[in-house]
């Protein structure tokens, strides 16, 4: 990691750090291997993610993938959001293994939210969708009943 | 009552981090005390809560300190004190209502009292004192005291929390000595990294690490992670051991210390094997 000022920002002041307890939806990415997850929360409003915050039990790394990362996913379409996911998770082979892992997990968490957020529209019952890292990226699922934690 | 439990824990995490950012003595004293008291009425309000049998969790606003100039931050202070004095009815103890309230009349008399000055903590400079670390070394200070400082901090709500809600005398005994373990490190990372322009709050912590169904698992897994911690000392310790003789012994010395909280978790762990009960 580069810690140049702004990376120095995002680990003094993390972006969107924290919960939203009325959430519309909560997505979990989690590294199977050492336990570490990241946690998504969205408010979202004609398929546009109004708000967003999440909380890390993970290293600082994590963290700063998450501050960035939810910047950009802040106030773009479901749809945006699944490109931004898709981009993120195809830049991952040019990143220091550590740091893919933590990018990944902050993606798959993302993903995790609208997906369930899609899925919550279609049946009406809110799940939280937990998508484990893996090295393929590609994403395992696994439901866990309700939307909170 | 968690409203007040919130803001007081508020309270305490800007006045330690205010102590942080002078450089006089008298000052950083009088904040440091300020916020060790502080901590103490926390502890007290959360007693009460359990006490009452009310759910409560440690999660608060993010706190924004990045000031100029100190009385920025005391001013602060104080308009959080006067925020918590109009809560203080909310409190059913009335012992410990008066007690704060006391508390507050003072410190906002002695608060009143510090002298401005301009503050450097956030300035980025990344330099410790006067030595010359390399660029490597830096940037292996600069994680390390963002990871562990967050570790302290998670460590001192966690052990309070298990503390809080466990009317054992012999673990709560453990649980102190880890806080106070932990106190220290806290400060003694904080002052390093203010001198180093990059002081920050930690960020807040998830409820799902203090609220643990199974102790046992959790001094197991904490075992490791203060073994995982030796090694960072130990690494952080030769890495800048060619530029600064005084800050590897710093490391080795808390390399060290982290034995004994070792052994008490196995104290703990081995108390909860006797007794064979689950938390």
């Known amino acids: 990691m580069d810690f140049g000022p702004e990376i120095i920002e995002h680990m003094s002041n993390p972006k969107n750090y924290g919960r939203i307890d009325d959430a519309d939806s909560i997505g979990i990415g989690e590294n199977p291997q050492n336990g570490e997850k990241v946690i998504v929360y969205l408010k979202i409003k004609d398929e546009k993610i109004t708000d967003i915050a999440f909380e890390a039990i993970a290293c600082m790394t994590t963290v700063v993938a998450g501050s960035i990362i939810t910047q950009e996913a802040r106030d773009i379409t479901l749809e945006k959001s699944d490109e931004l996911v898709a981009v993120t998770l195809g830049m991952l082979d040019n990143v220091p293994p550590e740091e893919a892992a933590c990018s990944e997990m902050v993606a798959l968490a993302i993903k995790a939210a609208t997906d369930g957020y899609r899925m919550s529209s279609q049946s009406g019952k809110k799940d939280t969708l937990i998508y484990k890292i893996e090295s393929s990226c590609s994403p395992e699922q696994e439901y866990k009943e309700g939307n909170g934690q | ?279």
């Open chain 2, 1 to 279: 009552m968690t409203q007040v439990l919130t803001k007081t824990h508020e309270l305490w995490l800007t006045t330690i981090m205010a102590s942080f950012m002078t450089n006089n003595i008298e000052s950083r004293q009088k904040l440091n005390d300020f916020s060790d008291i502080i901590f103490r009425h926390f502890t007290w309000i959360e007693k009460n809560l359990v006490k009452n049998d009310i759910d409560y969790d440690y999660n608060r606003d993010n706190i924004p300190i990045k000031v100029d100039n100190l009385q920025v931050i005391v001013n602060n202070i104080i308009s959080r004190i006067n925020e918590i004095r109009l809560m203080l009815p909310l409190l059913e103890d009335e012992a410990l209502s008066f007690r704060m309230s006391t508390d507050f009349d003072y410190m906002v008399y002695a608060l009143s009292q510090i002298e401005d000055e301009k503050v450097n903590s956030f300035d980025g400079n990344r330099k410790y004192k006067n030595y010359n670390l390399s660029d490597e070394a830096t940037d292996a200070f600069t994680l390390f005291l963002f990871e562990e400082s967050y570790k302290e901090y998670e460590l001192i709500m966690i052990y309070n929390y298990l503390r809080a809600n466990s009317k054992d005398a012999y673990l709560n005994r453990i649980f102190k000595i880890l806080i106070d373990e932990s106190f220290f490190h806290l400060k003694s990372f904080c002052l390093m990294m203010s001198e180093m322009g990059i002081l920050a709050v930690p960020r807040v912590i998830h409820k799902s690490l203090y609220k643990i169904d199974n102790v046992i698992k959790f001094l197991q897994d904490g075992i490791e992670e203060e073994i995982a911690a030796k090694e960072q000392c130990k690494d952080l310790s030769d890495a800048v051991a060619k530029d600064s003789q005084e800050l590897a012994k710093f490391f080795d010395f808390i390399n060290y210390q982290e034995n004994y909280h070792i052994e008490l978790m196995r104290d703990a762990l081995a108390y909860y094997g006797n007794k064979s009960f689950m938390y």
